[in-house]
Structures are given as C-alpha cells and as structure tokens.
C-alpha cells in the first residue's frame, strides 16, 4: 500500500493535484513532509506532525518509534508496522513519551493490508487495531508482545521463553464475525457507534465487521436511540440473538473492547429470550444474556481444551476454579476426576449459572465470594491438587497468588486475557519458588491487540 491509498487524516488539506479554481489559477502546493523543518522535541504540541521509522509492536496496539535518534522521545504509534518510515500525528502528550497516529506511509512493510472496515482508520472507531495488519503477522505481533511483557514484567529470559512458549495459535473461523458480545455507545444525537481510541467520542457506524452476523443482521444501528446511553448484543452458542437498551442516565461500559465485563445498571432488555444457551462439547449451560462468557465462538472450547491438557487431572485430585463464572473450567476438573471441585465467583448472575448448570454434579461446590476474601477467610480450605485461575483484566494480584502458593497444589492453570497481569502475577509466583513450565497462546480477539493466554505454573 502507498500514501495515497492510505486513509487522509481528517484534517488533510487539499491535494496537490486539485484542479485550478475560478480565477485560473492551480492551488499552492502544500510542502510535502520531507520539506518540512524538523521541530524540536520540546516545541511538539497535538497535532503536529513528524516523519518517524517504526520499530516493534508493544503492548496496547501499537508500536514503538524515537523522534530525535536512538535515544530520543519515546512514540507509540497506532496505525503502523515495524520497519515502516511514516508520517506520523501527535494524538497526546506525556512526560516522557508521545502518541501518535501514521497518517502517511512512505514506505510500506509487506505485511500491510488494505483495512476491510471503512471505520479503521486515524481518528475513526478504536476498536480494532490491526486491521491493516496481515493474518499472520497479527499472530507474529502477539507472540512478540507476549515475550515482551515476560521478559521485562516477569523477568524471563528469551531462553527461559523458548523452552515454555513459541507462538500464539489461531482460532478456527478467520479474522471477522466472530465478536458474539458487542456494546454500542450513543452519540447526543443518538446515533450508535464505538468510541474512539482512549476517548469518549462516539464513531457512528453502520456495520461492525468483526461482530456476529446475527448481531449485524440486527436493525441496532440503522436508527437513532435518543433516549439511550449504550445498547448491547449477545449472539449465543443454540442461535439465540439477545438486544439489550442501557438508558441515558445509568452507568456501564459503552463502546469498549471485547475484554471488558458485560453487563451495566438499568439494562432493559429489547428482544431475544431470557435465558441463553452455550454449548462447550457435549454440555450445554443455561445462563442469562449478561453471565461472562467467552466472546469468541471457539474460545471457550479451546482454552478448556488447553487448560486439561496442562494440568492433566487424575482421577480423585480436587479442585478450585477461581474466577469461575458459570463454572466452564469446574465442569471439565469434576468431569475428569470425579471429586470435590469448588468454583468461587462473586457476581450473581455467575453464581447463578454455575449452581444450576453444575447440578447433575454433586461434588461440586460453588461459593460467591471474592477470591481474595475467600482465601484469606477460609471460605475455601486446602487440601487441594489443581487450581484453574482466570481473574479478569487486572490480573489476580499478589496476596491472591500468595494464598494460592500457600495451599499448596499441584499444579496451576492460569488463563489470562492480558499479558502484562499474566506477566505480573507469573513474577509473583516465581519469587515464591514456583516456574512457568508451559505457555499457550491464542489469537481469541481477531484484529484486536488482545490475546489470550494459557499458562501452567508449578512448584520448582
């Protein structure tokens, strides 16, 4: 791809090339970046422009560049490739670093592609960023921001890494209309859309291209909503297809990623039934719209698929499925080893679901509590053999990874939607004299930055 098939930034003047106007006369041709005089790192506000050579991705969607030579201010710049020189927007300004958006490629890497949503592109919807990027380059980019964040946050050498990981896998299904949870913010003249990058302003749209297709065939986004503050979507596993209104005037995520957790105050729902169905292989859960569920089709088969291939379960080995949601992992341990298996979870709806989902299962306990909470009070005791751990976003934390070193198991699961918490938290293990022994990786979050992440933790 060239510059000028490249989207303008929305404040691009005129083209060089505009016909003459009325008078006869062709418009001055704007200088070309290259002319510009290169403005010292001090004096850069938003919106000015600089010409950068990119370097590697790094956690967040974007990718890290210098103004100013090797040890010059630090740019994450969105829209861009390793190895591309770029004209690239100041969008922000930080001590100590810069964002930016490429506007203009000079030189293109190979593994540039023309973006398929009309919407991904500077200043346009946030959601996605790597639609410019190739299939398999998205899965390169993901491993190397996982070993990224191992060796700087969890101090893992790229030795270390190599014997414990080797690349992120994808999922079946190809990159769009996999999304099977989508919220939509309102804009003040109540038209839906997503938001723009760290930002509150809302990108009208008429088609979400990684979402569901029972999702886009809905008519959300083909009218306005002005008594509304974000609507909501759920494409579940048996075909049921939920919509839901959030009202202006409650609070709830609107617009954000695939990551975040469902739900909001006021939700009403607008069509669709009750009560969802998933299916994981031969089981099916009974859950409401709003219950965490993995946001990919093949997600929740593959990581449960994942996480009993790591802790390979025996027979009579008891478990703890912390962060257990309606109890995905929790079945699959009871299943495989016909014993007490606890599931600890501290939203309603997901201890609503695990209970009467898990009934047929009478060795399996469920207890709404914070996880926290639950170990430091007792609420669940060792002994214990295996511990599935899928905290959300933010990672388990310290004292949670301590409680679970202290109670002694076998063997540890932990399934991460972030790598810098995965990262965090594998550091915290390790100085308590456990080791990494095996990291899966996988693309769950087509052209998004987000990858999900399996790792096996063990007593050294």
Known sequence: MTSADFPASPDSSSSPFSPVNDAGERPAVPPQASDLPVPREEDLVEGDRIELTIGAPAHGGHCVARFGGQHGRVVFVRHALPGERVTAQITERHRGYLRADAIEIHEASPDRVEAPCRYAHPGG?????LQHVHADAQLRWKTQVVREQLGRLAGLTPEDQDKVFVRTEPLPGGLLNWRTRVRYAVDALGRPGLLQHRSHEVVPIDRCLIAHPAIQELDLLSRTWPESAALQAVAAGNGDVVAFERPAGTTGSAGGDPTDEPGGAGLVRL???AQITEVVGDRTWETSPETFWQVHPEAAATLTAAVLQMLRP???????????????FAAALATATGARTTVVESSTAGVTAARANLVDLPHVEVVQAAVETALSRRRITAPVDLIVLDPPRAGAGARVVRGIVAASPRAVAYVACDPAALARDVKTFRSLGWELAELRAFDCFPMTQHVECVALLLPA
């Open 125 to 129: 919807c946030g959601g996605c960023d």
């Open 271 to 273: 069509t669709g039934p």
């Open 314 to 328: 025996a027979e009579g080995e008891v478990s703890w499925d912390l962060y257990g949601g309606a109890g995905l």
